[in-house]
């Protein structure tokens, strides 16, 4: 059927994707060309049969480029493979770990720390690849992405932060924390850094904070 064949074509386009960025993979334009068309395809969700192949090539992408597109493009495309699938959630998880996704989204926060966008999709990312993991918000834990979360959440504070992009990137940095708080581990360490404290007095501190 037409899904199939889709499937089939995605496969081998993997493939040659596979190939070529062995000698394009410092190529910015590549790179950027490469992660954009993955998470178009993403976007419909990725097939069991190729969801590691293109995990290895997102994670090999983003690892090796300095580019805030391949950043953003690449956190969703992590975020597609284990959202969109209810049922592979839990597999999908664990594949993204194997190829280390946790700690290159989390690295990738650190490295566009000014860029809004990139924050926004790396906290939704982590909000898809943590829900329910207890090993992968361990790693977030490890990695001090629980900081870059709050972060990403203090950065965008201007009278504009609660429209567009700096709203959403609020709201997604707020989901972020709440999943990860359901793990006393990183509770412990949200209550340490002081960000329970900081929340519960936040709505006081700015009364232009959304319901949301």
Same mark, same amino acid.
Request: with cysteine; hydrophobic share 40%; proline share 2%.
């Given at each position: 059927?037409?899904?199939?064949?889709? &499937? /089939?074509?995605?496969?081998?386009?993997?493939?040659?994707?596979?190939?070529?960025?062995?000698?394009?993979? /410092?190529?910015?334009?590549?790179?950027?060309?490469?992660?954009?068309?993955?998470?178009? +395809?993403?976007?419909?969700?990725?097939?069991?049969? &190729?969801?590691? %192949?293109?995990?290895?090539?997102?994670? *090999?992408?983003?690892?090796?480029? *300095?580019?805030?597109?391949?950043?953003?493009?690449?956190?969703?495309?992590?975020?597609?493979?284990?959202? $969109? *699938?209810?049922?592979?959630?839990?597999?999908?998880?664990? =594949?993204?770990?194997?190829?280390?996704?946790?700690?290159? +989204? +989390?690295?990738?926060?650190?490295?566009?720390?000014?860029?809004?966008?990139?924050?926004?999709?790396?906290?939704?990312? %982590?909000?898809?690849?943590?829900?329910?993991?207890?090993? &992968? /918000?361990?790693?977030? %834990?490890? =990695?001090?992405?629980?900081?870059?979360?709050?972060?990403?959440?203090?950065?965008?504070?201007?009278?504009?932060?609660?429209?567009?992009?700096?709203?959403?990137?609020?709201?997604?940095?707020?989901?972020? %924390?709440?999943? $990860?708080? $359901?793990?006393?581990?990183?509770?412990?360490?949200?209550?340490?850094?002081?960000?329970?404290?900081?929340?519960?007095?936040?709505?006081?501190?700015?009364?232009?904070?959304?319901? =949301?």
């Amino acid at each position: 059927d037409d899904e199939e064949r889709c &499937n /089939k074509w995605i496969s081998k386009y993997l493939i040659y994707a596979m190939a070529a960025k062995t000698c394009h993979l /410092k190529s910015r334009a590549f790179s950027e060309s490469l992660i954009c068309f993955l998470s178009k +395809i993403s976007d419909r969700g990725v097939a069991s049969v &190729n969801r590691h %192949l293109i995990l290895t090539i997102i994670a *090999d992408v983003m690892s090796s480029s *300095d580019s805030p597109i391949v950043a953003h493009h690449g956190s969703r495309c992590f975020h597609n493979v284990c959202a $969109l *699938d209810p049922e592979s959630v839990s597999s999908s998880q664990a =594949e993204v770990a194997a190829v280390d996704g946790i700690q290159i +989204i +989390i690295s990738r926060m650190e490295a566009f720390k000014e860029h809004q966008s990139v924050q926004s999709e790396a906290c939704l990312a %982590l909000v898809a690849t943590c829900a329910k993991s207890s090993t &992968n /918000k361990a790693i977030v %834990l490890e =990695e001090g992405g629980i900081d870059g979360i709050f972060s990403a959440y203090l950065s965008f504070g201007s009278s504009k932060a609660y429209e567009g992009v700096g709203l959403m990137t609020k709201i997604r940095a707020c989901s972020a %924390l709440i999943s $990860l708080a $359901l793990d006393p581990a990183c509770k412990i360490k949200m209550k340490s850094s002081g960000i329970i404290e900081k929340f519960n007095s936040i709505i006081q501190e700015d009364e232009k904070i959304p319901h =949301e």
